[in-house]
């Protein structure tokens, strides 16, 4: 049989009531089929009794999980082979009171927060809408009400005629049915969120190529401060940004579309998985990661994010909130308009990635478009309107900026690969079968960043691999003491 064992495939040689969690995860993920009678890698040995196990594998799934899938004999060179073909089930399926679910070619139980979460998906809901236990209406902040109150004029005009916050909250569906503060309300108007989750921030780091951190800051407040605080923070700290004057007003511009940031961050806040990690922004010197816990909607792929698609967000109540604050377009569309915005401004279309169990968009500099835009605004090209004051000056005092500029971040680059080379290469001298990924941990790096180490130490012939990926082991070719 050409098949292999993967996410939706799973071999047995025998049936066994264990084979009950395969066919729970099955249910519990994206569906699936269950092969008895052939072997884990692949070799049909066939099934004894298959008509009695015909009778017997539906009437157990059917009492123990409560699903009736197909399941059929297949005779394959004279050897019966039972094929049981299951259905994804919207409503979660327990075995023996556990929760199992399918990750590549396993079979995994659901513990802590990963089952709390998978129910509660399940449930409809989102771990945002139930009630913040012990908390009261004191935790809420009233200028962040007030703020709201000026933002949804136009599409939320009753807020400003409410003066009881615990009328509004309840407006915006934010309390529960006995009156309680909702975790959503905690998070988008609370003084500190962090009370209901110590998630509840977002990390901004700057990263050396080879992914070191240079420096890094946590965001804190509510949900609207977040977003303010967080853009303030890239616009003074992290990001460069030039400037042109309209009239006698100057305007500065970012050095990615500032807007389309801005969407972008909405955007993880409103599909983060509250139970998980914080939102993590890595700035590096041509690209942006931002990265938010929690995989896309069953339905939606990475591909339906660059055009309009359906509206799955993790935390409706999130998006209702901030789409009536008029800092979000119709549901849908965000990752489009981030698309669009950054393609508009000439940088390359941002990448999404479904990885480590939750989304990354990448934003990354297009450098002829960059250096374009740094002409424009010294005065070369006309494009932009208003008078710049002494563009001839300005123009060769951003040269010599920039040439400066860059001659220290490559000495800085530098400096930081020879620093980086060496660690790898002290790790590899104490234990020459470390893996990638455990040096990646070890120095807290990412496991690309170890890559290219790794390659440019074998290409100048300081390290070499003796014997295959797995169970092999590393030689450092010139002998130094690490």
């Not at 075995?95 to 513990?111: A, D, P």
């Not at 009261?136 to 709201?148: A, R």
């Not at 309009?308 to 549901?331: C, D, M, Q, Y």
């Not at 400066?404 to 060496?422: A, D, L």
Request: net charge positive.
């Amino acid at each position: 049989m050409n098949l292999h064992e993967n996410q939706r495939i799973e071999f047995k040689e025998s049936w066994q009531d264990d084979c009950l969690k395969t066919v729970a995860a099955f249910a519990n993920t994206d569906g699936g089929i269950l092969y008895i009678g052939i072997s884990d890698d692949g070799k049909e040995v066939g099934v004894k009794d298959s008509k009695k196990l015909l009778e017997v594998i539906p009437n157990k799934i059917r009492d123990l999980l409560g699903i009736t899938p197909k399941v059929r004999v297949k005779n394959k060179d004279g050897k019966d082979i039972i094929q049981i073909e299951v259905d994804y089930s919207p409503a979660p399926i327990s075995y023996h009171g556990k929760f199992y679910v399918r990750s590549g070619s396993n079979t995994l139980e659901l513990k802590g927060n990963e089952l709390a979460q998978f129910l509660i998906s399940n449930s409809g809901s989102s771990w945002v809408d139930y009630e913040a236990e012990g908390l009261s209406m004191k935790e809420i902040d009233i200028p962040t009400i007030e703020s709201f109150k000026r933002l949804s004029l136009k599409r939320f005009p009753l807020a400003a005629t409410v003066k009881k916050t615990e009328i509004l909250l309840e407006k915006l569906n934010l309390l529960t049915d006995k009156g309680k503060l909702k975790r959503a309300a905690v998070l988008l108007f609370g003084k500190n969120p962090k009370k209901i989750t110590v998630s509840a921030i977002i990390k901004i780091g700057k990263f050396s190529d080879e992914g070191f951190v240079q420096t890094s800051d946590d965001v804190e407040g509510n949900l609207f401060q977040q977003v303010d605080n967080a853009m303030t923070i890239l616009r003074t700290k992290y990001l460069l940004s030039t400037f042109k004057y309209e009239g006698v007003y100057r305007k500065d511009i970012l050095e990615y579309p500032e807007e389309a940031l801005r969407e972008a961050i909405i955007n993880s806040i409103i599909h983060k998985d509250y139970l998980g990690p914080h939102i993590q922004m890595r700035i590096y010197q041509n690209m942006i990661d931002l990265w938010n816990q929690g995989p896309l909607p069953k339905g939606i792929s990475i591909a339906d994010l660059k055009r309009v698609h359906k509206s799955v967000p993790r935390n409706r109540i999130l998006a209702e909130t901030f789409f009536k604050a008029g800092l979000i377009e119709g549901w849908g569309q965000g990752t489009l308009k981030i698309t669009e915005d950054f393609v508009a401004a000439g940088f390359p279309p941002p990448k999404f990635k479904e990885q480590f169990g939750g989304v990354s968009v990448f934003f990354y500099k297009n450098e002829i478009t960059h250096d374009a835009q740094k002409k424009r605004l010294s005065g070369k090209t006309g494009e932009l309107k208003g008078e710049s004051v002494n563009a001839s000056s300005l123009k060769d005092s951003a040269k010599t900026v920039q040439k400066s500029r860059e001659e220290s971040r490559e000495e800085s680059r530098e400096e930081s690969r020879e620093k980086s080379r060496e660690k790898v290469l002290r790790i590899l001298s104490a234990n020459p079968e470390s893996t990638i990924s455990e040096i990646a941990q070890s120095l807290d790096m990412s496991t690309a960043g170890i890559e290219k180490i790794i390659g440019r130490l074998k290409d100048s012939g300081d390290l070499i691999r003796v014997g295959p990926d797995k169970g092999g082991h590393w030689e450092l070719v010139k002998k130094t003491n690490y």
